[in-house]
């Protein structure tokens, strides 16, 4: 079945300690997007590509940066992270015009 | 901007109860609209969708009916199961087709205890 999928479900990291999270989607969706969605509250888009167009949220941390090398693939990359950057992250991908998005089963980090 | 408001749980009933839980929505276009079902350690998952004014999106049991007089997007169900306790998020998507800033908008959640 065509699927978005997020490498690992869970991620234990060191404070300070850089990490990368992944995503992969064999729907060959042109729009992939990452959301930081914290502990009872709303997913926060943080970027999301347009093809290989980065579009970065005003209010989203510099720490936070991502890659996404080809169609299938998106990288989120914390390069400091911080007790507060601790949540669920989660990949979505859209086909722009079809209103339709998918979403991963998400990362949960812990920062230590 | 655009913003959606659905009410704040958690929201609790007894297995058969009717559930209703309201979301309103504020957008300068024609949104596309969603409700999403979380459950607990998972991701999101869409659960219906409505794209214009007066259709009726419906999935496992649950509707809600896009409403653009009142702005409003409620999502229902006439008898609830244990199975359907989760958090459910209200959101919107209000960008035109080919639009490549297509993003999607969440409201705060509302998470729902079925008991038995």
């Known amino acids: 079945d065509a699927m978005v999928i997020q490498n690992p479900r869970y991620q234990v990291t060191q404070f300070g300690k850089p990490v990368t999270l992944s995503c992969s989607q064999t729907l060959n969706h042109n729009v992939m997007y990452w959301y930081q969605q914290k502990s009872s509250q709303a997913p926060k888009l943080l970027f999301h590509?347009?093809?290989?167009?980065?579009?970065n949220e005003a209010d989203t941390p510099d720490n936070f940066q991502s890659r996404r090398p080809n169609t299938s693939f998106c990288f989120l990359d914390i390069r400091s992270p911080g007790l507060g950057d601790a949540a669920m992250y989660l990949c979505?991908?859209?086909?722009?015009?079809?209103?339709?998005?998918?979403f991963g089963s998400g990362t949960r980090l812990t920062v230590v | 901007g655009d913003s959606v408001t659905q009410m704040e749980g958690p929201v609790t009933l007894s297995e058969e109860a009717f559930l209703t839980i309201n979301c309103t929505y504020t957008a300068t276009g024609y949104p596309s609209l969603f409700w999403y079902v979380q459950y607990p350690g998972e991701g999101l998952q869409l659960l219906l969708k409505a794209t214009k004014a007066d259709d009726k999106g419906s999935n496992k049991g649950f509707e809600a009916t896009y409403r653009k007089e009142t702005t409003s997007f409620h999502l229902e169900k006439g008898s609830v199961q244990v199975s359907d306790s989760a958090v459910y998020f209200c959101a919107l998507s209000d960008r035109p087709r080919g639009n490549r800033d297509d993003k999607i908008i969440f409201g705060k959640g509302t998470r729902l205890h079925i008991l038995p």
């Open positions: 979505a991908t859209s086909r722009v015009g079809t209103g339709g998005y998918t």
């Open positions: 590509y347009y093809d290989k167009d980065f579009n």
